[in-house]
C-alpha cells in the first residue's frame, strides 16, 4: 500500500511567485491535512479537508489556500511568496471514525530566494 | 492555550541508556496525545500514541507515561540503540478538531 504521497520533492521559488503543492493520500484516506514545518521547529498546523470540505484552518494569512478534489487528493496554493514561507511543507493522511493516527508524507521542501 | 511544551531541546544517550522527552499542555480539552520520529528529509512517523484514561502505554520499547493532572507526559525509550537517532515530537489534538499541536521536538542523538 503506497504511503502519503507529495509532489515536487524540491522547489526554489523567487518572491511574489505563486506555487501549488500536490498531495495523494493513503488509498481509503478521505481526511487531509496541511502543515508547515520552519526548520528546527514542530509541524504548525495549515488546512484540514474531509469530503471537499475545509474543516479547520489554522493562523495562516489568506495568501494561503488549498482544495481537495473527488479522488481525496489535495492542493495546497500560496501567492505572493514571502522568504519566510520557506519551510518543509507536510501533508498528512487518516482514516476519518478511527483511532488511527495521521500519516506524513515526506514533504515539499519550498525555498524562497 | 493551544500550546504544547517539550523538552529537553536536544539529547545524547549512550547506546542502551533510556532517553526521556517531556511535553507539558495547558489546554484540558486535548484527548490525544501521538508522538512522532522524524529522521532527516522524511515527514513525522508516528510511534505511539495515549489517550488520557490511561496512565501508561507501551508498544515495543517505546513507552508513554502519562500525569492526567499534572498535565505532563513522556516518551521513554528502552535499550536505546544509535538507529533511534532522531528528532522527537510530541503532539496534541481535541477530537474532533483534527488538528495536531506539535511541541518544538527533541534533538536526540544514541551515541554507540
Known amino acids: 500500500d503506497a504511503g502519503v504521497t507529495q509532489s515536487p520533492t524540491h522547489l526554489i521559488k523567487t518572491r511574489g511567485q505563486q506555487v501549488t503543492l500536490r498531495c495523494s493520500p493513503i488509498?481509503?484516506?478521505?481526511?487531509v491535512s496541511w502543515y508547515q514545518q520552519v526548520l528546527g521547529q514542530g509541524p504548525q498546523f495549515i488546512f484540514q479537508?474531509?469530503?471537499?470540505?475545509?474543516?479547520g484552518r489554522g493562523n495562516f494569512p489568506d495568501r494561503f489556500s488549498a482544495r481537495q478534489f473527488p479522488n481525496y487528493s489535495s492542493e495546497l496554493n500560496v501567492n505572493a511568496l514571502l522568504l519566510g514561507d520557506s519551510a518543509l511543507y507536510l501533508c498528512?493522511?487518516?482514516?476519518?471514525?478511527?483511532?488511527?493516527?495521521?500519516?506524513f508524507g515526506s514533504g515539499t521542501r519550498l525555498t524562497v530566494v | 492555550q493551544q500550546q504544547v511544551k517539550q523538552s529537553p531541546q536536544s539529547l545524547i544517550v549512550q547506546k542502551g541508556g533510556i532517553p526521556i522527552i517531556n511535553c507539558a499542555y495547558e489546554?484540558?480539552?486535548?484527548?490525544?496525545f501521538p508522538w512522532y520520529q522524524q529522521f532527516p528529509g522524511k515527514g513525522p512517523a508516528l510511534l505511539i500514541a495515549?489517550?488520557?484514561?490511561?496512565s501508561e502505554k507501551k508498544e515495543g520499547r517505546f513507552t508513554i507515561s502519562f500525569n492526567k493532572s499534572a498535565k505532563q507526559f513522556s516518551l521513554h525509550i528502552m535499550d536505546s540503540q544509535p538507529g533511534d537517532s532522531a528528532t522527537y515530537f510530541c503532539?496534541?489534538?481535541?477530537?474532533?478538531?483534527?488538528?495536531?499541536?506539535f511541541g518544538q521536538g527533541t534533538r536526540l542523538t544514541i551515541n554507540p
Open positions: 488509498s481509503g484516506h478521505k481526511s
Open positions: 498528512a493522511s487518516r482514516r476519518t471514525g478511527t483511532d488511527v493516527g495521521y500519516t
Open positions: 479537508y474531509y469530503e471537499k470540505e475545509e474543516r
Open positions: 495515549i489517550r488520557p484514561d490511561v
Open positions: 503532539a496534541a489534538e481535541i477530537q474532533g478538531a483534527q488538528k495536531l499541536v
Open positions: 489546554n484540558t480539552a486535548f484527548d490525544y
